[in-house]
């Protein structure tokens, strides 16, 4: 058993990316199925025992093939990327068991076996990205689940499925193609590839020309990808038109893994001294990060799809992660990486909710939606606790992290920035109370069916995870706690 | 039972009463049984923690860790005691009256009607119980939430409306002003218990600590304070029974319960009058006070001019709270029970008059007291109470204000009383006057013949009514515990 756990750094991404081809392979959609919830349930415990581990003995290092870092690729867990891995193996295993319905109502059963293997790969780049300590090897992983995510978004059951996953497709490379660039400066300047190796040596160059424009080549690629207000024009179409389950599973994950690699690139390779001593950097995100929480807020109260408003909502909530992150101290990185898991929770739950609700009335744009308090109560008010959530109201996961933020910001002496958290949060009472209206005000359209909840394959997997949502509420002390190790990890991960 | 056990358990009741509330939904009969069952058992139970608390005890437990160091924790003291006591005690009369209620306006969604009200119960248990800040600022948070529905009940688009105002106000205050000033609490005190002589004691320099409890009065919106009262007078939309229990006593006490644990066991009252006070606090109340009263006294429609008369009447609250004595702080203690038993009267009368005869204007009332006595004695009163004259319990309070606004001095209190209580006088005694002394109108034609409400409701307003006259005649207890809290 000592020897499985050795190794669990890598089984962790390995596992996954080797059941994506015999998934294939048998070509069967319920040994499909069977086998992505045997893979993600092994994910899930490995991610709890690797984060159980960081948290006893701190920092674990894993050399590929035994090639010693830095000529061979290191893999590095530590309290933070652990605590994303939970979150990302949490909600596959949350997703999974929920697609076997939804996806199939949405996709047909023929070629449902390669929506798993996707689902997969893209889990197994996630993964990868959070545990790599080598620059290069992040860049595989990004495309890995950047190509996988592409093709599950073009599934969507709208046509303009395939319009959104093209425009993910051009941003998205665009991204990739700007971190790739950013890493090779650093090669050219360093001559390595490893962030650990990195580190001293970037720090060495100080500001010279081309680790500056390294730091903006990867500011840029990365914040594609975690859709960084401006740069999240691919993620509304995105999320409104991929399949049910993919929309929960990239709002909870994907954006998530891109900050968490931002803050890793931040804290333990360009230095802390360059990114927020010599260069506004940090004051750069807690401007983009205002903005996002009050303009992309305030476009999700407009939205006509229930999808579409919880993806602009997205863009305003990852404002207050990168917000805790810009602010570059031990408060400000443990509420976002607190905010990075109850967010996820939160609008992995309420995805899952609104493709529930979708796969009874047909889709979820708002007239559709009217009465569906009483067509769907369960679903209807379970989607009400998660909103509550949203806006951080006491006794949710959303109120933890924004508790956890006003303090940070409060204690780094930035009154002005707690007024734009709370003043921000009644745009979120703004876009909540705009399904609560709709849901409770309006009678039922005749086109509705009986009242009734979805299947309970939708509906067990979607309210477990709303439970969580109001567990981690009440009992956040957990979360809080790990989040700060992980803040301190990052925070001395420079060396 | 110890009494940390008996505070936990008051505080599951209500919370289990709403999981039987909703098992029986489709027997009204044993649904109700089990509100009223629920509500006799928390009103015993609260009850029984009298003696504890009355002998010095706190009794208290820890529930859970929510955040690293700051638990959600309950605490039993006398001012908390007291809300308890009242809101759990007019639960069981309020629930009469709404079966009464309900039942005759043939209401729709009963079960959620009933579910919702001993969920805003347990909100206001966990309030008057709660051990520190963070508790009640959980708890308060909750108590809009699970309002928001009776104020909406009938689905109307005057209720949304309504609804939207309700929680604008309500959740605008207390996330933009009130949560800012618990993080701020917790980062200058390291803790968030409430403490005898006040958590921030010694920790605060003069000028940040107005800002402080300028966000805490105005984030605590429950309480009314202009210029966010609006959300009272659009929480008239609901059924009457709501308003009576929730919108004069639950809801409005936890407001000003709030604002007196934050300034008696926050601040601290000594400590609060050293650095400089909160004079600025008294403006605004003694000018809340007054204004509303103004427009209590224009406004026709019965129920807006009893939310006005509320808005004031919590003026008046916050004003003692603010003169820092001893004398005004016991009275602020007294005036939350005097004005409960008072105003819910006045509004189980409204109820009453909108289900036997159905008006809801002043205006409409001429010689409705031929038709309906026992209702408008009750509301003569209430009125009397209100208004703060012998021999009902309006005038206890009021006493303890204006001595303690005269012993510290203030006249700009003095005159706000002085003026309120003649305004109220002017905007209450013409509504006793027209129902018993003006003929009714006739010619209108609208007029149909109609007796009294149906007897639950009228005992229920009967039985308040009498309340405020005992708690007149034998004020002893009250005033005793009252001065407890002011004495620490």
Same mark, same amino acid.
């Given at each position: 058993?000592?020897?499985?756990?050795?190794?669990?750094?890598?089984?962790?991404?390995?596992?996954?990316?080797?059941?994506?081809?015999?998934?294939?392979?048998?070509?069967?959609?319920?040994?499909?199925?069977?086998?992505?919830?045997?893979?993600?349930?092994?994910?899930?415990?490995?991610?709890?025992?690797?984060?159980?581990?960081?948290?006893?003995?701190?920092?674990?290092?894993?050399?590929?093939? %035994?090639?010693?870092?830095?000529?061979?690729?290191?893999?590095?867990?530590?309290?933070?990327?652990?605590?994303?891995?939970?979150?990302?193996?949490?909600?596959?295993?949350?997703?999974?068991?929920?697609?076997?319905?939804?996806?199939?109502?949405?996709?047909?059963?023929?070629? !449902?076996?390669?929506?798993?293997?996707?689902?997969?790969?893209?889990?197994?780049?996630?993964?990868?990205?959070?545990?790599?300590?080598?620059?290069?090897?992040?860049?595989?992983?990004?495309?890995?689940?950047?190509?996988?995510?592409?093709?599950?978004?073009?599934?969507?059951?709208?046509?303009?499925?395939?319009?959104?996953? !093209?425009?993910?497709?051009?941003?998205?490379?665009?991204?990739?193609? *700007?971190?790739?660039?950013?890493?090779?400066?650093?090669?050219?300047?360093?001559?390595?590839?490893?962030?650990?190796?990195?580190?001293?040596?970037?720090?060495?160059?100080?500001?010279?020309?081309?680790?500056?424009?390294?730091?903006?080549?990867?500011?840029?690629?990365?914040?594609?990808?975690?859709?960084?207000?401006?740069?999240?024009?691919? !993620?509304?179409?995105?999320?409104?038109?991929?399949?049910?389950?993919?929309?929960? *599973?990239?709002?909870?994950?994907?954006?998530?893994?891109?900050?968490?690699?931002?803050?890793?690139?931040?804290?333990?390779?360009?230095?802390?001294?360059?990114?927020?001593?010599?260069?506004?950097?940090?004051?750069?995100?807690?401007?983009?990060?205002?903005?996002?929480?009050?303009?992309?807020?305030?476009?999700?109260?407009?939205?006509?799809?229930?999808?579409?408003?919880?993806?602009?909502? %997205?863009?305003?909530?990852?404002?207050?992660?990168?917000? &805790?992150?810009?602010?570059?101290?031990?408060?400000?990185?443990?509420?976002?990486?607190?905010?990075?898991?109850?967010?996820?929770?939160?609008?992995? +739950?309420?995805?899952?909710?609104?493709?529930? !609700?979708?796969?009874?009335?047909?889709?979820?744009?708002?007239?559709?939606?009217?009465?569906?308090?009483?067509?769907?109560?369960?679903?209807?008010?379970? *989607?009400?606790?998660?909103?509550?959530?949203?806006?951080?109201?006491?006794?949710?996961?959303?109120?933890?992290?924004?508790?956890?933020?006003?303090?940070?910001?409060?204690?780094?002496?930035?009154?002005?920035?707690?007024?734009?958290?709370?003043?921000?949060?009644?745009?979120?009472?703004?876009?909540?109370?705009?399904?609560?209206?709709?849901?409770?005000?309006?009678?039922?359209?005749? %086109?509705?069916?009986?009242?009734?909840?979805?299947?309970?394959?939708?509906?067990?997997? +979607?309210?477990?995870?709303?439970?969580?949502?109001?567990?981690? &509420?009440?009992?956040?002390?957990?979360?809080?706690?790990?989040?700060?190790?992980?803040?301190?990890?990052?925070?001395?991960?420079?060396? | 039972?110890?009494?940390?056990?008996?505070?936990?358990?008051?505080?599951?009741?209500?919370?289990?009463?709403?999981?039987?509330?909703?098992?029986?939904?489709?027997? @009204?009969?044993?649904?109700?049984?089990?509100?009223?069952?629920?509500?006799?058992?928390?009103?015993? /139970?609260?009850?029984?923690?009298?003696?504890?608390?009355?002998?010095?005890?706190?009794?208290?437990?820890?529930?859970?860790?929510?955040?690293?160091?700051?638990?959600?924790?309950?605490?039993?003291?006398?001012?908390?005691?007291?809300? $308890?006591?009242?809101?759990?005690?007019?639960?069981?009369?309020?629930?009469?009256?709404?079966?009464?209620?309900?039942?005759?306006?043939?209401?729709?969604?009963?079960?959620?009607?009933?579910?919702?009200?001993?969920?805003?119960?347990?909100?206001?248990?966990?309030?008057?119980?709660?051990?520190?800040?963070?508790?009640?600022?959980?708890?308060?948070?909750?108590?809009?939430?699970?309002?928001?529905?009776?104020?909406?009940?009938?689905?109307?688009?005057?209720?949304?409306?309504?609804?939207?105002?309700?929680?604008?106000?309500?959740?605008?205050?207390?996330?933009?002003?009130?949560?800012?000033?618990?993080?701020?609490?917790?980062?200058?005190?390291?803790?968030?218990?409430?403490? @005898?002589?006040?958590?921030?004691?010694?920790?605060?320099?003069? @000028?940040?600590?107005?800002?402080?409890?300028?966000?805490?009065?105005?984030?605590?919106?429950?309480?009314?304070?202009?210029?966010?009262?609006?959300?009272?007078?659009?929480?008239? /939309?609901?059924?009457?029974?709501?308003?009576?229990?929730?919108?004069?006593?639950?809801?409005?006490?936890?407001?000003?319960?709030?604002?007196?644990? /934050?300034?008696?066991?926050?601040?601290?009252?000594?400590?609060?009058?050293?650095?400089?006070?909160?004079?600025?606090?008294?403006?605004?109340?003694?000018?809340?006070?007054?204004?509303?009263?103004?427009?209590?006294? $224009?406004?026709?429609?019965?129920?807006?001019?009893?939310?006005?008369?509320?808005?004031?009447?919590?003026?008046?609250? /916050?004003?003692?709270?603010?003169?820092?004595?001893?004398?005004?702080?016991?009275?602020?203690?007294?005036?939350?029970?005097?004005?409960?038993?008072?105003?819910?009267?006045?509004?189980?009368?409204?109820?009453?008059?909108?289900?036997?005869?159905?008006?809801?204007?002043?205006?409409?009332?001429?010689?409705?007291?031929?038709?309906?006595?026992?209702?408008?004695?009750?509301?003569?009163?209430?009125?009397?109470?209100?208004?703060?004259? @012998?021999?009902?319990?309006?005038?206890?309070?009021?006493?303890?204000?204006?001595?303690?606004?005269?012993?510290?001095?203030?006249?700009?209190?003095?005159?706000?009383?002085?003026?309120?209580?003649?305004?109220?006088?002017?905007?209450?005694?013409?509504?006793?006057?027209?129902?018993?002394?003006?003929?009714?109108?006739?010619?209108?034609?609208?007029?149909?013949?109609?007796?009294?409400?149906?007897? $639950?409701?009228?005992?229920?307003?009967?039985?308040?009514?009498?309340? $405020?006259?005992?708690?007149?005649?034998?004020?002893?207890?009250?005033?005793?515990?009252?001065?407890?809290?002011?004495?620490?």
């Amino acid at each position: 058993m000592k020897g499985v756990a050795a190794h669990l750094p890598v089984l962790l991404v390995v596992v996954p990316l080797i059941a994506a081809p015999l998934i294939v392979l048998v070509r069967r959609s319920l040994f499909a199925w069977v086998a992505s919830i045997a893979v993600t349930l092994a994910v899930l415990a490995m991610a709890f025992a690797l984060l159980a581990q960081a948290l006893a003995t701190g920092p674990i290092s894993y050399a590929i093939g %035994s090639w010693p870092p830095p000529w061979g690729i290191e893999y590095r867990v530590d309290a933070a990327n652990a605590f994303v891995a939970v979150l990302v193996a949490l909600v596959a295993a949350v997703v999974i068991p929920y697609c076997r319905v939804s996806t199939a109502a949405e996709l047909g059963q023929e070629r !449902l076996y390669l929506f798993y293997a996707l689902l997969m790969l893209c889990l197994s780049g996630l993964l990868g990205m959070l545990v790599t300590g080598d620059a290069f090897n992040l860049f595989v992983f990004l495309e890995i689940s950047s190509l996988s995510t592409y093709v599950l978004i073009a599934l969507g059951r709208n046509r303009r499925a395939l319009t959104a996953a !093209l425009q993910y497709l051009l941003l998205g490379t665009v991204g990739a193609t *700007f971190y790739v660039i950013g890493v090779g400066m650093l090669y050219v300047a360093t001559g390595t590839l490893n962030f650990a190796d990195l580190a001293p040596r970037v720090a060495a160059l100080q500001d010279t020309r081309p680790v500056v424009a390294a730091l903006a080549f990867i500011t840029v690629g990365i914040g594609l990808k975690l859709a960084l207000f401006p740069l999240h024009a691919w !993620l509304p179409n995105a999320y409104t038109y991929a399949p049910s389950a993919v929309s929960a *599973f990239l709002a909870a994950t994907a954006t998530k893994v891109a900050i968490y690699v931002l803050m890793r690139l931040y804290f333990g390779v360009l230095g802390t001294r360059l990114v927020f001593g010599e260069l506004p950097v940090g004051e750069l995100l807690i401007a983009l990060s205002v903005a996002a929480l009050f303009i992309a807020s305030a476009t999700a109260i407009g939205q006509h799809d229930l999808k579409r408003l919880l993806a602009y909502s %997205s863009v305003g909530q990852i404002g207050y992660i990168t917000l &805790g992150l810009g602010l570059a101290t031990e408060a400000g990185l443990t509420a976002a990486l607190a905010h990075i898991f109850n967010h996820g929770i939160t609008k992995g +739950a309420l995805f899952l909710l609104a493709g529930a !609700l979708a796969l009874r009335l047909g889709d979820t744009r708002f007239p559709t939606l009217d009465g569906a308090g009483r067509t769907m109560p369960v679903a209807a008010f379970a *989607f009400v606790l998660g909103g509550l959530s949203l806006i951080g109201v006491p006794g949710t996961a959303g109120f933890a992290s924004k508790w956890a933020l006003l303090t940070a910001t409060l204690e780094a002496g930035r009154p002005a920035l707690a007024a734009a958290i709370v003043l921000s949060s009644l745009l979120a009472v703004a876009y909540v109370w705009r399904f609560v209206e709709t849901a409770y005000f309006r009678a039922p359209p005749a %086109s509705h069916p009986p009242p009734g909840e979805a299947p309970a394959a939708l509906t067990v997997p +979607a309210l477990a995870l709303t439970g969580l949502v109001i567990a981690a &509420g009440l009992y956040a002390t957990p979360v809080l706690a790990v989040a700060r190790r992980g803040a301190q990890a990052l925070m001395g991960g420079a060396a | 039972m110890s009494g940390a056990e008996l505070a936990v358990l008051a505080l599951a009741l209500p919370f289990a009463g709403i999981a039987a509330v909703v098992a029986l939904g489709r027997h @009204p009969n044993l649904r109700e049984a089990a509100t009223f069952a629920t509500a006799v058992t928390l009103f015993l /139970v609260v009850a029984s923690l009298g003696p504890l608390v009355i002998a010095g005890e706190r009794p208290g437990a820890d529930l859970l860790e929510m955040f690293p160091g700051l638990t959600l924790a309950l605490r039993v003291e006398p001012l908390g005691w007291m809300f $308890a006591m009242v809101a759990s005690g007019l639960w069981i009369v309020s629930t009469a009256y709404s079966v009464g209620y309900m039942r005759a306006n043939g209401e729709e969604h009963q079960t959620r009607f009933y579910a919702c009200f001993a969920a805003a119960i347990g909100a206001a248990i966990g309030i008057a119980f709660s051990g520190n800040v963070l508790t009640l600022f959980l708890f308060y948070e909750l108590m809009t939430l699970v309002t928001y529905p009776l104020v909406t009940h009938h689905g109307t688009d005057e209720a949304r409306r309504g609804g939207r105002t309700y929680l604008a106000f309500l959740l605008g205050t207390s996330i933009v002003f009130l949560l800012p000033a618990v993080v701020w609490t917790w980062l200058a005190a390291g803790s968030l218990d409430f403490r @005898p002589g006040g958590l921030l004691a010694g920790r605060l320099e003069a @000028p940040t600590a107005a800002v402080l409890l300028a966000l805490y009065m105005f984030g605590i919106g429950k309480a009314a304070l202009m210029p966010f009262h609006r959300w009272l007078p659009a929480a008239m /939309v609901a059924p009457t029974p709501v308003s009576a229990l929730l919108h004069a006593v639950a809801v409005v006490k936890a407001g000003v319960f709030a604002v007196l644990k /934050v300034v008696v066991y926050v601040f601290g009252v000594d400590s609060l009058a050293a650095l400089g006070g909160a004079a600025w606090l008294t403006a605004v109340a003694a000018f809340t006070v007054v204004a509303a009263s103004f427009v209590a006294l $224009a406004a026709d429609n019965l129920k807006r001019r009893l939310a006005y008369s509320t808005v004031s009447q919590l003026g008046y609250v /916050v004003l003692a709270a603010s003169l820092l004595t001893p004398l005004a702080v016991a009275g602020a203690a007294l005036h939350l029970v005097t004005h409960a038993f008072g105003k819910i009267t006045l509004f189980f009368a409204a109820g009453s008059i909108y289900t036997a005869a159905h008006k809801t204007k002043v205006s409409e009332l001429d010689g409705i007291g031929r038709a309906m006595p026992w209702t408008m004695a009750a509301f003569a009163v209430g009125a009397v109470s209100m208004i703060g004259l @012998p021999p009902l319990a309006g005038f206890v309070s009021k006493w303890f204000i204006l001595s303690g606004a005269m012993q510290a001095r203030d006249w700009i209190a003095v005159g706000a009383l002085t003026a309120s209580t003649l305004l109220n006088a002017a905007y209450f005694l013409p509504i006793v006057y027209r129902a018993f002394l003006v003929p009714a109108a006739n010619g209108h034609g609208h007029d149909h013949a109609h007796g009294e409400a149906p007897v $639950a409701m009228v005992a229920a307003q009967t039985f308040t009514a009498a309340v $405020a006259l005992a708690i007149f005649l034998f004020p002893g207890p009250a005033i005793a515990l009252a001065r407890s809290l002011a004495g620490g």
